[in-house]
């Protein structure tokens, strides 16, 4: 048994929830629900971002006052993240007093440690990111390279932290720390960035209030970025409760998008070094979930939301199609076709037809009474290898790979089905050995997959007439063949999954 503290970044308010919030979601959700199922004590964070130029401007174009501003659209983030089923442990908004808290405990921390000074700063500054660049880093017509829109000119007299201090302290660590960022494409990307050079960077401002006062300088506020990372510090006790900080922490896991990278592999391990405390252990990153080619962005109108897809495909199809078609890493293209096409081979011919199918020969050839499985059934090696498979993938956060092997179990059952046509031969022996087997199957797929689809799971469950959920399960005992125990009601119902039209 581990422990895990997983987050997700906390999302800006300025923006409804999209598809791309719901991708990082939907797979820390996966993963911390994987661990449950193992027994790892979990700690699963999420959150809003509410601070900043961008959401106060956001704000005045909506005639509203940040706070109301904030308040609106975390509303409509928890309202998503409850359609989708996210078992969040915990929900920050950067606007709580204890994050308030933590982040002057934090900064004041490293302000005594003398890596924040007062400097003057010029530079070209976008305002979606929140970020400065240099000249060369800009796209043409001194654009933004990941927005494509202007940067603006901005001079300010603030206070700087010494990041330039920690290029070699970073350095350090990384080498010491081989796996701490994944995909190692994305480990390079970080290193790349340090080993050019570290620019300190202004981490505060006067030209706004909306954000976390500067506890030894009250006319300034915290820059966005350097408030909104604490916020993994803050939800673990930072500074309130030590004792629960140090059972959490640094064996935290974050999973981001490659878009706020450098913020996480190089700004956050350095202030955490500069604070006296570990980096994150680790941070997995993963790509761009494109439409049409292009990053979904509010300038683009190209944004999806996940309201309307769950109407189409409902929250399983939903949660199986993000984890199962965009493999952990690359960049990859949503497509409406290719999520009928998933759902339709995944969850209506295979899962949904695979529980139809052995309800409806047990209710003929059984009575509806679910026979017991066999000791020495072929599935049993289909899947303790799938569940192996499964529990790698997971803990590598490979989603995609983890359902592959899981449904490699429903295609086996399906095979060995097709093979015995159970529904062609008379009752007996025979047909009950193939009928246990199956529904044996079908009790161990509802638990490996209910990290993915948690409602068809717990239905194929109860459908199955078993007691409690599937979530409530541990591994790998619950996965240990033979768990079937026979003699059980089993319900037919409705279809799980109906086929779409392609
Ligand atoms: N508020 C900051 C994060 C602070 S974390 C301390 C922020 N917010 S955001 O609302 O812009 O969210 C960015 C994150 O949303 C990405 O890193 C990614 O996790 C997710 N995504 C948003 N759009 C996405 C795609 N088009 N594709 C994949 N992920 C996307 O940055």
Redesign the pocket.
Known sequence: MGRLFLT?????VN?LP????A??TVIADAVARWHRLRGDEVFFLTGT?EHGLKVQRAAEANGLSPSEHADRTAARFLETWKLLDIAYDDFIRTTEPRHHQSVQAFLQRIYDGGDIEPDTYEGLYCVACEGYYNESELGPGLTCPIHGRPVEHMSEQNYFFRLSRYQQPLLDWYAAHPDAVQPESKRNEALGIIRQGLDDVSITRTSLDWGVRVPWDPAHVFY??FD??I??ATAIGYGEKPDRFDAWWPAVHH??????LR??CVYWPAMCLAAGIDPPARISV??????GGE??SKTRLNQIHPADLVADFGVDGFRHHFLRDAPFGPDGDFSYEGMVARYNSDLANNLGNLQARVATVVDRKCGGVGPAPRADSPLAEVVAAAHAHADDAWRRVAPSEALEATWRIVRETNSLLEAAEPWRAEPGPEVDAVLGDALEALRVVSILASPAVPYAAAEIWRRLGLEGRPEDQRLPDAVRWGGYPGGLQVIRGDPLFPRKQD
């Open positions: 997700t970044p906390i999302y800006y923006d999209h598809i791309g919030h991708y990082t971002d966005v970025w909104a990372l916020n993994y999973i981001i998008g490659k878009d706020i913020f996480h993963h790509g761009y979930l494109l439409v990053k979904m």
